[in-house]
């Protein structure tokens, strides 16, 4: 069973940083796509930032130049440096990972969510 595992999250007061990891279980044998997502109340999940094996790295326009996503595709783990964090940042955020396991197709995985709350 393919398994990620979020730490990172927590309260920060505007303008702090957060960096926000996602480990991905070792029965994973090829990552194509590794992404971050967020959700706040009343809201719908929405893509924050994803990085592509092939080298392409998109943004939502709310986050670029604030957040960087960046990956270890080899430890099967992705991060998303938040820097400069805003209130309207808050929310929960998830790690999503298109992966296959031995004799698998691919498919996406999601991690637990992790909360970030940024508030004075």
């Known amino acids: 069973q393919v398994q990620l595992v979020e730490s990172g999250g927590g309260l920060v007061q505007p303008g702090g940083s957060l960096r926000l990891s996602c480990v991905g279980s070792?029965?994973?044998?090829?990552?194509?796509?590794m992404g971050w997502y967020r959700q706040a109340p009343g809201n719908e999940r929405e893509l924050v930032a994803v990085?592509?094996?092939?080298?392409?790295?998109n943004y939502a326009d709310s986050v670029r130049g604030r957040f960087t996503i960046s990956t270890d595709t080899a430890k099967n783990t992705v991060y998303l440096q938040m820097n400069s964090l805003k209130p309207e940042d808050t929310a929960v955020y998830y790690c999503?990972?298109?992966?296959?396991?031995?004799?698998?197709?691919?498919?996406?995985?999601w991690g637990q969510g992790t909360q970030v709350t940024v508030s004075s």
């Open positions: 999503n990972v298109r992966a296959r396991m031995l004799l698998s197709g691919y498919k996406d995985y």
């Open positions: 070792r029965n994973i044998v090829s990552i194509s796509v």
């Open positions: 990085s592509t094996t092939g080298g392409s790295i």
